[in-house]
């Protein structure tokens, strides 16, 4: 039996009880994208799209993300080729480990870790701040539509004390400067996943956010 | 490489700016919500909100004006004043904002900063600094102390101790008021600024004094602060953030400066 079904394109966001889910479904509302909180497989795995955020330390989230049973269900859904977006702790634990809490081991889908930014770096002789908190632009490498219509020079919020080292150099989809060059945007296939915080990035932040939410997943180069 | 933040600070009573606060063209304002937008729209890089509520019920009011400016504005922007319990930080994060500001609440009590910190991550906790110039002594070796009270409680404690004893209780950040410049409009306290960022290994925001755009050059070159707060130099329409931020920039300030 064929049951037509109209409905919007969902946006997933999983719950699992990381920060910044609130202000991520915020922004959505904002730019008027349909979206759900969830921490539920089955509706994880029927949306259109998927955000995976995230603040706050690598080891709590992957106990909280094996708890709920979502690592099996996460990987799926990149698997299925679904559009993801991860944004910052949601990022770095889509990698094969984090040196965060006495070494994590995440979920593996991008090749590499996720690494502590090293101590005493400096900048023009002045000692560099950790967590790198504030706005830093982003150089980005490939013309991926996520990052279709940001100009050059546009900044994001960042504000982490760990970065992702993708061990491909094809994944790295943008770079910031921050004592060392860091790959502060990945992608893959159906997956992006960026370092900063989009929801808290200003008009820039929201572009990519609305870009997502139009995106089909694949490359169009 | 990292740029420079510009921080207004909106003071708020039940809800309501305790000011008008007068954009070009002279309009007053006195929603903290829409005087948010505007200052969103002008660049600015996050946005502090101190709530001098006394009641309970005003209380209840801020966190309606938190959840209107987080579907409002799409920056980072932090809510102090009166913060002493976790379930009061919580109330603030859960209606939107990025971080939570702990003054005297922590001078009295400093576990909050660590409880904060484990539940919300360090990121969310901003220590809030009120200091006084006083003679250097055994006690007060910096010769800065800390006060409450808007300036009228000594509390008998070192700011540069106080500053890394925050930090290593887990505070993300600092906020650092000087009592003897605020309201001056004469520049910000380099000498103090310069010693507490020197000294710890997270952000500073210095704060107190802003009345000339040389100031904000002053205080994040000379003293080496990661963001000026202001309140008059913007909220009385002297400069809008976008005039600071062009200024600072042609100064050779790392600035966001598209928006």
Not at chain 1, 34 to 47: G, H, N, S, W, Y
Not at chain 2, 209 to 235: F, M, N, Q
Request: aromatic share 8%.
């Amino acid at each position: 039996m064929l049951i037509a079904e109209s409905r919007r394109l969902m946006i997933a966001i999983v719950d699992y009880r990381a920060g910044n889910l609130t202000s991520v479904a915020r922004a959505l509302q904002y730019l008027g994208v349909p979206c759900v909180i969830t921490d539920r497989a089955e509706e994880l795995r029927r949306a259109d799209r998927v955000i995976f955020p995230g603040v706050g330390a690598a080891g709590e989230a992957m106990r909280n993300i094996e708890e709920k049973g979502l690592a099996g269900c996460i990987r799926e859904i990149y698997d299925a080729g679904t559009p993801l977006l991860g944004i910052c702790l949601g990022t770095q634990v889509i990698f094969e480990y984090s040196e965060e809490d006495n070494r994590t081991t995440c979920l593996g889908i991008i090749p590499g870790g996720v690494k502590r930014f090293p101590e005493g770096m400096s900048e023009k002789g002045d000692p560099l701040k950790i967590p790198h908190m504030g706005w830093n632009r982003v150089a980005f490498r490939e013309n991926h539509p996520l990052f279709a219509g940001i100009p050059g020079n546009a900044e994001f919020y960042f504000v982490h004390s760990y970065y992702p080292a993708p061990s491909e150099s094809s994944d790295v989809a943008g770079e910031t400067d921050y004592g060392i060059r860091f790959a502060s945007a990945v992608a893959r296939r159906n997956l992006v996943a960026v370092q900063f915080h989009p929801e808290k990035s200003g008009r820039f932040g929201l572009k990519i956010l609305e870009n997502f939410s139009r995106w089909d997943g694949s490359h169009a180069q | 490489m990292l740029s420079k933040r510009i921080i207004p600070c909106l003071d708020v009573r039940d809800g309501k700016l305790t000011k008008g606060i007068k954009f070009k063209g002279n309009i007053d304002i006195g929603d903290p919500v829409e005087v948010a937008r505007r200052y969103y729209e002008q660049g600015a890089d996050e946005i502090v909100f101190y709530d001098i509520t006394a009641s309970s019920e005003g209380r209840d009011i801020m966190i309606d004006v938190v959840k209107r400016v987080a579907e409002t504005i799409f920056i980072p922007f932090s809510v102090g004043g009166g913060i002493r319990t976790l379930e009061h930080m919580r109330k603030v994060i859960l209606a939107g904002a990025e971080k939570v500001s702990v003054n005297s609440g922590a001078v009295e009590n400093p576990r909050i900063i660590t409880e904060g910190a484990v539940a919300f991550g360090c990121q969310c906790i901003v220590l809030g600094m009120d200091v006084k110039k006083v003679e250097k002594s055994a006690k007060i070796p910096s010769g800065y102390e800390i006060v409450i009270q808007g300036g009228r409680k000594y509390m008998g404690i070192d700011a540069l101790w106080w500053a890394r004893e925050a930090e290593n209780l887990g505070a993300g950040e600092i906020c650092l008021n000087s009592i003897d410049a605020d309201g001056t409009l004469e520049g910000y306290e380099l000498e103090l600024t310069h010693l507490i960022t020197t000294n710890v290994k997270i952000p500073v925001i210095a704060s107190g004094g802003a009345g000339k755009k040389e100031h904000l050059l002053d205080v994040l070159t000379a003293a080496k602060a990661d963001a000026a707060l202001i309140a008059s130099i913007v909220h009385y329409g002297t400069y809008t953030i976008a005039e600071l931020k062009e200024f600072l920039s042609g100064s050779g300030v790392k600035m966001r400066e598209v928006w």
